[in-house]
């Protein structure tokens, strides 16, 4: 059985970035034990001769033409509505901190 130490806990809550209680912490030791032991019995399971699964859908790469269509728009009465635009483009807020 996997045994993670209270330091195991709080190293990982750190890199996380969680604080955790006491109480917290006793328990995700637990819990996070029991689900290496899991991940440890999948480790066992003997996978010789058996390929990879990439995809299970049997579809491969699905796309469609692009059309473009013409709702017969105004585009001058459309930029009327906007907050702002500018040499006839949509002006947004910027986007990126």
């Known amino acids: 059985m996997v045994k993670l130490s209270q330091k195991d806990i709080l190293k990982l809550a750190n890199l996380a970035q969680l604080k955790l209680t006491p109480e917290e912490t006793a328990e995700f030791s637990s819990e996070l034990s029991l ?3 899991y991940v440890s019995q999948l480790d066992k399971v003997d996978v010789k001769g ?7 859908t049997g579809l491969n790469n699905v796309t469609r033409e692009d059309k473009k269509i013409d709702y017969k728009l105004d585009k001058k009465l459309l930029m009327e509505n906007l907050p702002s635009s500018k040499d006839g ?6 986007m990126i901190a």
């Open 35 to 37: 689900i290496l032991d």
């Open 89 to 94: 483009q949509i002006k947004v807020k910027r």
């Open 50 to 56: 058996l390929e990879p699964t990439y995809q299970v």
